[in-house]
């Protein structure tokens, strides 16, 4: 464009010059004529001018076409500079851009991880709470099969002792039946001789003796008989109970734990395939992107071709003489764009195969926490099957446990039992034989005192009235401390421990109960020697608890110690049948000062 007006200044400046040198011939030809020299000397002037003036626009033509070749040079610099900047400027956003591509991937695999790793704590946190939950109501089934067995066992242990007083009874009846029956048939045989009437009650108390140890042998073997086979029975059905509880539970925990893995597996590969479907569409958006970016590079190339070619077309058609200039311009100015394109296109190659490595990063990382994850799984489920298997051998152990202990609790009740009946029988006995001795030494001198009144009178006298046989008085027997079984009441599992710790250091037999019911519950089973009960108690609080205790003859005997804080209760106390009263805080010594005397010396 410059050239162009160049051009156009010249050939105005031309016409000019002309057109004055045209004038100047006009004004000499008006006038007279000069002579030839004079005419010679103004044509050779204005032939000098003219050719100055050609000689000064040559110049100017060639300095103005030196300055716009250094404004085209120092324009081409400046595009190039800005071309170049304009790379920089666009590889700049390009990297920035790159760079939120890459942070938006980290943060959405960041996303993802948490989201797995969420998942799979509250996958763990359900599978816990399950697991607790299972165990929860495995744990209360036995407790509710425990206490159900109790209940069964304290109804059939009181039936048994129901039938037991019963056969007693009747035994006792039947007996005093028969001496009755004996004592008629001798007094009607009065006449009878002293040593045949004391004979013949010596042969009836001597069948009555061995009628009742008949009958005391057989109601033994019986009721051993009973114990075993009732014995035998329950551990039965506690063993079946607890297989099938067992069975139950493994297969309820091998269900859910393959229901979770199902879960656990469904998760894990849908979210593999999110991740994938993700991966795919940032790789798929990526190259639109990158295609998109390419077309545009090479439309605004085309369209920078086109401007160039009609830039070079009016270059050619204005300025002959620097077309050459402007090709190698041109050439070098494309030289340029291609460098250029070729250094974008290889940095975006780079770009892509580094996305590329990226993305396979990714996916490799997203392996290899999946295989992780799956390997946390499995030994997660490994250490769960563990534990379960840990705690049912536990509960096995627990429960055979409790089996052999109450085994042995019931054989030595049994023992207990049977030697406090065979003790009662004997005393019976004896009783039984002493009173039928006294009776018939009783009948002898009264036959012989009417004998004698016979002789002196005809008059017989009544007989008097048969005195029914007393009933033994409890006589306490003092016991060692191996022997004594204390029972702790409270409703505090600090102090049944700490309570209990203290008595077993010390050798005692310990049963804890919780409250008074069960205490209640418990004494039916096994009577205790010593009871120590809490004042405050859910159900039954001591003071009830010892007052059902008194109004039982069967457990009247039992020495009750309560511990309290409260002072005001000592009256309370001493009307429900407390035999100790101990405020809180006590010393250890001082309990066992007082069991040690009630184990010595009984109730006062």
């Known amino acids: ?19 004055r040198e045209i004038k100047e011939l006009q004004q000499r030809d008006e006038p007279s004529m000069l002579d030839v020299n004079e005419q010679a000397k103004s044509f050779a002037r204005i032939q000098a001018e003219k050719e100055a003036a050609e000689e000064a626009a040559r110049v100017e033509e060639a300095r103005l076409v030196a300055e716009a070749r250094a404004q085209d040079e120092q324009n081409r610099l400046l595009a190039l500079e800005q071309a170049r900047l304009e790379e920089e400027r666009l590889a700049a956003a390009e990297e920035a851009r790159l760079e939120e591509v890459r942070e938006a991937a980290r943060r959405e695999a960041e996303r993802v991880a948490a989201a797995e790793e969420a998942a799979r704590l509250e996958a763990e946190r359900l599978a816990l709470a399950e697991a607790e939950r299972l165990e929860a109501e495995r744990l209360a089934a036995v407790e509710a099969a425990r206490v159900e067995e109790e209940r069964l066992a304290a109804e059939e242990a009181a039936r048994v002792e129901a039938a037991r007083m019963a056969f007693d009874a009747a035994v006792r009846v039947e007996a005093e039946r028969i001496a009755a029956i004996n004592i008629a048939r001798m007094e009607a045989e009065r006449l009878a001789a002293e040593q045949a009437a004391r004979q013949d009650a010596q ?31 329950q551990a039965a059905q506690l063993e079946a109970a607890r297989l099938a509880d067992e069975q139950a539970a493994q297969l309820e925990a091998k269900r859910l734990a393959d229901e979770l893995a199902a879960q656990l597996e469904a998760q894990r590969i849908a979210d593999e395939q999110a991740a994938q479907a993700e991966a795919k569409r940032l790789a798929d958006e990526l190259a639109a992107q990158q295609e998109a970016e390419r077309i545009a590079a090479i439309e605004a190339a085309q369209r920078e071709a086109d401007r160039i070619a009609a830039e070079e077309a009016a270059r050619r058609e204005a300025e002959r003489l620097a077309a050459a200039e402007a090709e190698r311009i041109e050439a070098d100015r494309l030289a340029a764009q291609e460098a250029a394109r070729v250094e974008e296109q290889r940095r975006a190659e780079a770009e892509a195969a580094r996305l590329q490595a990226e993305q ?30 840990r705690l049912a051998a536990e509960q096995a152990a627990r429960l055979e446990a409790e089996r052999v202990a109450a085994q042995e609790a019931a054989r030595v009740e049994a023992e207990r039992v049977a030697a406090e009946q065979a003790a009662r029988v004997e005393a019976e006995r004896v009783a039984a034989e002493q009173a039928a001795r006294a009776e018939a030494e009783r009948i002898a001198a009264e036959t012989a005192a009417r004998l004698a009144a016979a002789d002196s009178a005809p008059a017989v006298a009544a007989p008097a009235p048969v005195a029914a046989p007393a009933t033994p008085a409890r006589v306490h027997q003092a016991k060692v401390a191996t022997d004594t079984v204390v029972m702790i009441a409270d409703d505090s599992k600090v102090v049944r421990v700490k309570t209990n710790r203290l008595l077993v250091n010390n050798q005692f037999q310990v049963a804890m109960a919780e409250d008074g019911l069960d205490a209640m519950k418990q004494i039916a089973e096994r009577m205790p020697d010593v009871l120590i009960t809490d004042v405050e108690m859910p159900g039954m609080n001591g003071f009830e608890l010892t007052r059902h205790v008194r109004q039982n003859p069967l457990t009247a005997h039992i020495p009750v110690i309560m511990i309290s804080a409260e002072e005001t209760y000592q009256v309370k106390a001493a009307e429900a049948g407390v035999d100790v009263l101990l405020g809180k805080p006590y010393s250890d010594a001082v309990m066992l000062d007082h069991i040690q005397r009630f184990m010595r010396e009984g109730r006062a």
């Open 360 to 389: 396979a990063a990714a996916e490799e990382a997203t392996r290899v926490a999946a295989a992780q994850a799956e390997a946390e799984r499995v030994a997660a489920e490994a250490a769960a099957r563990q534990e379960a298997e």
């Open 203 to 233: 042969r009836l108390a001597d069948e009555q003796a061995e009628q009742l140890e008949a009958a005391r042998l057989a109601d033994e073997q019986a009721a051993q008989a009973d114990a075993k086979r009732i014995a035998e029975e």
């Open 1 to 19: 464009m410059i050239i162009l007006l160049l051009y156009v200044a010249y050939r105005v400046v031309i016409y000019k010059l002309r057109e």
